[in-house]
């Protein structure tokens, strides 16, 4: 189970987290818990991030009370079909959101630059009321007309964000003015898929992110090709590579939207962390903590399978205050086999299958033989990890046998002479 602590703040240093390493520890079922209504488990949350661990004035509250309402919109979804307000019981859980509500229209005028966080809140605020399906007669509503009218998505310098703004004031009925070639930009740079086998974490949250934009968070068919499968792929075997729960889940839940089973070895190692995170009740310090990484992990169990506690485990009985939630503790191998590639395969002349046995007997050397191990699952994972490990370890040079490009940006000239 998530591990619940006393109401003391572990001291800085000592708390103890269980190792999750991926592809390196035996699977255990889902949390679950006692009975418990929805709007029973949520209430602690929303008040915890409503209203302790960060000021309405901070960005970052507008970010994480977002990121909740997000969750708790798709647990709504799998568990009554979007229903409306019968999910949650009636509006009590969320009622410490009600004053930024009830304010969102100076909010939003005074900080146009945050409107898709504004937004997001109070569309989804209505949506699990039950208020959402009454049309142009919401505040939400209201507030997407005027965005549109202020035409704030023309000041985004960004495809992606452009295309959260689309699919944000699509749900009160509002259709941009046709943006010629977005979803084509789109497209092109999520079946890049040799950008995603180097490590970037921007780029990889942008391709999950394009993935959910284009499926409406899993209500329609993306149309996207086994070119995007391939990039989300890769990204994977950074992430599992990193250790990086928060990427991996989003991976993993982007594959699921485009109709693909993600690994095995991957949701076996997401399930074993969700008991491996460590929540405190009143325990924040304002630093950011393990919450994003927490929610996206039960986003991917949600789609998989409702849990049968929400939110993963059960605080209604606590006074929550100010939530701290910590990462499971993990061993990421990506920076350490990255330093060795850099030092080593630049000089070697050998095949990429015998760099990999290199790298794997060099991570085992200094790591110990569960590094090893690791590695090799992780090899056995997918049968894209031949193509992903010749991007990856960049070997050889990069001017050998190179052309270059005429004046017109097309044209492949003649190498010229050294």
């Given at each position: 189970m998530t591990v619940i602590l006393p109401f003391t703040r572990p001291i800085a240093g000592r708390r103890k987290t269980r190792r999750a390493d991926i592809?390196?520890?035996?699977?255990?079922?889902?949390?679950?818990?006692?009975?418990?209504?929805?709007?029973?488990a949520v209430a602690p949350w929303v008040e915890s991030f409503a209203r302790h661990r960060r000021s309405p004035q901070d960005v970052y509250w507008l970010k994480e009370n977002a990121e909740l309402l997000s969750l708790l919109r798709v647990m709504q979804q799998r568990v009554g079909g979007g229903a409306g307000a019968g999910d949650f019981g009636d509006e009590a859980a969320l009622s410490p959101l009600r004053p930024f509500y009830d304010r969102a229209a100076r909010q939003l005028q005074f900080f146009p630059q945050y409107y898709r966080f504004i937004l997001s809140i109070c569309l989804d605020y209505e949506?699990?009321?039950?208020?959402?399906?009454?049309?142009?007669?919401?505040?939400?509503?209201?507030?997407?007309?005027?965005?549109?009218?202020?035409?704030?998505?023309?000041?985004?310098?960004?495809?992606?964000?452009?295309?959260e703004a689309r699919q944000l004031l699509a749900r009160r009925g509002i259709s941009l003015p046709v943006d010629p070639g977005l979803d084509d930009r789109l497209r092109r740079f999520v079946r890049r898929s040799q950008t995603f086998a180097i490590p970037n974490r921007k780029a990889a949250y942008e391709l999950t992110h394009?993935?959910?934009?284009?499926?409406?968070?899993?209500?329609?068919?993306?149309?996207?090709?086994?070119?995007?499968?391939?990039?989300?792929?890769?990204?994977?075997?950074?992430a599992c590579l990193d250790q990086d729960l928060d990427l991996l889940s989003e991976i993993c839940i982007a594959l699921r939207y485009c109709g693909v089973t993600p690994p095995s070895l991957w949701e076996q190692a997401l399930t074993r962390a969700l008991e491996g995170f460590v929540i405190?009740?009143?325990?924040?310090?304002?630093?950011?903590?393990?919450?994003?990484?927490?929610?996206?992990?039960?986003?991917?169990?949600?789609?998989?399978?409702?849990?049968?506690?929400?939110?993963?485990?059960?605080?209604?009985?606590?006074?929550a205050g100010a939530l701290h939630i910590a990462m499971p503790e993990t061993t990421s191998l990506l920076r350490p086999l990255s330093a060795w590639l850099l030092d080593v395969g630049g000089h070697s002349q050998t095949t990429a299958p015998q760099l990999w046995r290199s790298a794997v007997n060099e991570m085992?050397?200094?790591?110990?033989?569960?590094?090893?191990?690791?590695?090799?699952?992780?090899?056995h994972s997918s049968p894209m990890f031949e193509g992903f490990w010749k991007i990856f370890s960049r070997s050889g040079d990069c001017g050998s046998k190179l052309r270059l490009i005429g004046s017109d940006g097309l044209s492949l000239l003649p190498r010229s002479p050294a």
């Open positions: 592809g390196t520890l035996p699977s255990h079922q889902p949390p679950t818990g006692p009975g418990l209504s929805v709007a029973g949506d699990l009321i039950g208020t959402g399906h009454f049309g142009p007669n919401t505040r939400a509503a209201e507030l997407a007309h005027w965005v549109a009218h202020q035409g704030l998505v023309e000041a985004e310098m960004s495809d992606l964000q452009r295309a394009i993935v959910f934009y284009l499926s409406d968070y899993g209500r329609r068919d993306p149309g996207l090709d086994g070119a995007v499968q391939r990039s989300l792929t890769y990204a994977g075997l950074l405190t009740p009143d325990g924040f310090d304002g630093h950011m903590d393990g919450y994003h990484a927490y929610f996206v992990t039960l986003w991917w169990q949600q789609i998989c399978g409702p849990a049968q506690q929400p939110l993963g485990v059960d605080i209604g009985g606590l006074r085992t050397a200094q790591y110990g033989p569960q590094a090893g191990q690791q590695l090799c699952d992780l090899q």
